[in-house]
């Protein structure tokens, strides 16, 4: 059973950063992609960012130039790194991985105050 943990959460303010890390408990060399979705209050969970196991990433539209996915296959790690964070960009962010099934996270809560 695959396990995966999000952190890196919290509070930060309007421009600034933060990274969230997504530990696996399995190798996520096997996943054929992972990624970080999020969902805000009274919204759909939309995605943010996939990488893939050839390493190609894609991104929504609303985080291009900004957030960059990346993963340590030593570490089972995925990262995302959140820069010039906007109040739209609140909200609980989920990790997510594509093996034989799919697997989520429990979420780590993003708060972006003005």
């Known amino acids: 059973q695959v396990q995966l943990v999000e952190s890196g959460g919290g509070l930060v303010q309007v421009g600034g950063s933060l990274r969230l890390s997504c530990a696996a408990s399995g190798t996520i060399f096997s996943f054929n992609s992972m990624g970080w979705y999020r969902q805000a209050p009274g919204k759909q969970r939309e995605l943010v960012a996939e990488i893939y196991s050839g390493g190609s990433t894609t991104y929504a539209n609303s985080v291009k130039g900004r957030f960059a996915i990346s993963r340590d296959n030593t570490k089972n790690t995925v990262y995302l790194q959140m820069n010039s964070l906007k109040p739209e960009d609140a909200a609980v962010y989920y990790c997510?991985?594509?093996?034989?099934?799919?697997?989520w996270g429990t979420g780590t809560l993003v708060t972006v105050s003005a």
């Open positions: 997510h991985a594509d093996g034989s099934m799919g697997y």
